[in-house]
């Protein structure tokens, strides 16, 4: 019976430290994880401060970045296609609010957003995409900040009729 017993204790001690391997590589992995989060949000703090200081090169560059390991990412994908837009480098804009949209598909009830994304089909000349944005936007709430909205959504309209 004295062998069980010391078997039994030699499983239990090899299972207690087991436990508290794994505990000690959890919490170091979490604080990895944590310390990649903060470098990330600081990158794409400072790309935000980029776009809206006009340096579009420099946010795409940290954009990408970021976009690398959140390739999921809303706002990501929202401010890149942003950087682009401003670069009127349309049709890759175009691409990454595309892209965007198959992420979240509510963006679609985003008023700003679709007028955005409507916009830069335009100036990609996508006219047939941009028609069906802008016939989605017809029945989407006006912005609070926007109260001219449905007036720019038809002027958009007769915008495409022309250059269609």
Same mark, same amino acid.
Do not use: W
């Given at each position: ?27 170091? &992995? ?42 999921? &990412? ?88 022309? &250059?269609?």
């Amino acid at each position: 019976m004295n062998i069980k017993d010391k078997t039994t204790r030699q499983i239990v001690g090899y299972f207690l430290l087991l436990l508290l391997i794994t505990f000690v590589y959890i919490i170091n &992995s979490s604080k990895e994880q944590d310390r990649q989060f903060v470098i990330e949000q600081e990158k794409y703090n400072v790309a935000v401060q980029d776009i809206q200081g006009g340096e579009y090169d420099q946010a795409l560059s940290l954009l990408e970045e970021v976009d690398q390991t959140n390739t999921k &990412s809303v706002p990501v994908k929202y401010y890149i296609g942003v950087a682009h837009f401003y670069k009127e480098d349309f049709d890759k804009a175009a691409q990454e609010f595309s892209n965007l949209l198959d992420i979240n598909p509510y963006m679609v009830k985003d008023s700003e957003f679709m007028l955005l994304f409507a916009h830069t089909l335009i100036n990609a000349n996508q006219f047939d995409e941009a028609s069906i944005v802008l016939e989605r936007c017809k029945n989407l709430q006006t912005p609070e900040n926007m109260p001219d909205y449905q007036d720019q959504v038809n002027q958009l309209i007769k915008q495409i009729t022309v &250059s269609s």
